[in-house]
């Protein structure tokens, strides 16, 4: 056996154990879990109940971070068989139909975040009808915030918010699989020329000329004018917070996978090749990329976990030595992840990864675990694991 080829096979016995390990703990908090949704964020390393929010009481389903739940399930269902797990995953369905059918708390662009994994998966992977219409219902709310002239899905808030209208947010990248998942279902094709023409705008806008982001836009929204950069999470507006790199890795190597547009896939690889040059010595990233080894600063898992995830997604489509330079970077993050920030050897805790970090400045969820974090990290072992599994965006 090669050098290569050793370490290969090294790096897959570590992760195989560490998906083994998350497996366990996703099945472990379906009794936990069964009548109340996890907060956004571990509280001293454990997660609680949702804090009561949008007029909903403890432990309801609202905010953006709920669906990330149901995607742990599915993923440990297909992986496993478990029948627990599939009825815990299925009863998600019921409680994504009542949120839409409501009108519960869906005034945000989130809305893919929500209902691909807890409606879009279930309908493909079992067929389920109600799930697909509540997915459909959630699509076209996300469409209600697409503005025309700007061509963009405004981020937040009720659409007449001065304060938010005409503004995106890089994050907004990983909704558009629901427009475009929406659009081959009902073959309306404004669900995806809304996807493809936002993604263009932040390709155009969002990426700075030396590869990093800005976390959050402007546009008027009257007349499309772009207007200005700015962050609501990182260090400042000029810096780059690493989990908004990490969702343009993602987000822009999906929109070439949904719409086959080059820029998009060039795109994607400026922002990663950012991303991995300012990683510190063990591969996760601090919570800004203006912060490396020695700023006291803390990291962020959630960032590394999502851009595992890109970095595999950015490989299959690419060849040559390119390929193979992206997805030995991801397994170096997904390993260092795995030995150094999970749970695996600490079962005091109901998460799945810990030392990450929600809103530093706003000082809400610092070197915690995080319920993205747990999920795209639970990804990110899936597809470096059974690379030809379909996947959920």
Known sequence: MSAEAERAATTTDVLTAAWDAAAATVRGNVAEFAHWYPDD????????????RAGCPEGANAGWTTGFWPGMLWLVWEATGDDTVLRAAERQVDSFEDRVLRGVDLDTHDLGFLYTLSCVTPWRLRGHQRARDAALRAADHLMTRFLEPAGIVQAWGDLADPLQRGRTIIDSLMNLPLLYWAAGVTGDPAPRRAAVRHTEQLRRHVIRPDGTTFHTYYWDPETGEPLRGATEQGHQDGSCWARGQAWG????????????????????RRCADHFLSRLPDDRVAYWDLVFTDGSGEERDSSAAAIAACGLYELAD???????????AAADAILTSLATSYSTAHDRTSNALLLHGV??????????????WGDYFYLEALSRRLHPHRRGYW
């Open 41 to 52: 964020t571990t509280t001293g390393g454990t997660y609680r109940p949702r804090t009561p």
């Open 249 to 268: 890795v993602y987000g822009f190597a999906l929109g070439y996978r949904h719409a086959r547009q080059e820029p998009f896939l060039d795109a994607a």
């Open 317 to 327: 489509h690419l060849d040559g030595r390119a390929a193979p330079h992206y997805r």
């Open 358 to 371: 929600y809103d530093k400045p706003k000082l809400v969820g610092v070197d915690e675990g995080t319920l």
